[in-house]
T-cell receptor, first 113, second 114 residues
């Protein structure tokens, strides 16, 4: 079945460090890919998305590129801030068939000043 | 504009009681989704509505769970005879159209079954 695998957390970094959170997927069809973020005490928010191969999604300094050949959608940020501390979820959604988001297990990120 | 709203924000109930959770989607959004977030299972899909119809109920964990949507807007998730394993945060999301369109999430209802 369709699934998403994220790197294990928690991840702890210092402010201004480079961030990568790995995400790979398995899908029977051609998915759209998403990163959602959940800040402490808040609901899930869409961070960025990409709908076709080689598309790059970007928002708030975060980027992720849809790599069909490696079935990956890794999240990166060049210089993290304390305010980026949150739980990050990679997810996929199929255009055909099931109309649901399939989520990875989430990665908790803590940024220390 | 107003986002997705859910009520109650917190619900504590006793094992065996029935509970109803409510979701108000973004106005004009035709698709509505329910998910469950729990420590052991992560984020799981429960059910999807397109208008008032539910073409995908595959995530409902048992026949104690049901949901309906009326007027193409408000949805109610009902859990009958609650069990302790039902304790979780129940999330509702809506999207303008179905498919791979962006889903917007509500703040969730935290359900605790004692």
């Amino acid at each position: 079945g369709d699934s998403v695998t994220q790197m294990e957390g928690p991840v702890t970094l210092s402010e201004e460090a480079f961030l990568t959170i790995n995400c790979t997927y398995t899908a029977t069809g051609y998915p759209s890919l998403f990163w959602y973020v959940q800040y402490p005490g808040e609901g899930l928010q869409l961070l960025l998305k990409a709908t076709k191969a080689d598309d790059k999604g970007s928002n708030k300094g975060f980027e992720a590129t849809y790599r069909k050949e490696t079935t990956s959608f890794h999240l990166e940020k060049g210089s993290v801030q304390v305010s980026d501390s949150a739980v990050y979820f990679c997810a996929l959604s199929l255009i055909q068939g099931a109309q649901k988001l399939v989520f990875g297990q989430g990665t908790r990120l803590t940024i220390n000043p | 504009g107003a986002g997705v709203s859910q009520s109650p924000s917190n619900k504590v109930t006793e094992k065996g009681k029935d509970v109803e959770l409510r979701c108000d989607p973004i106005s004009g959004h035709t698709a509505l989704y329910w998910y469950r977030q729990s420590l052991g299972q992560g984020l799981e899909f429960l059910i999807y509505f397109q208008g008032n119809s539910a073409p995908d109920k595959s995530g409902l964990p048992s026949d104690r769970f049901s949901a309906e949507r009326t007027g193409g807007s408000v949805s109610t998730l009902t859990i009958q005879r609650t069990q302790q394993e039902d304790s979780a945060v129940y999330l509702c999301a809506s999207s303008l159209v179905s498919g791979a369109d962006t889903q917007y999430f509500g703040p969730g209802t935290r359900l605790t079954v004692l």
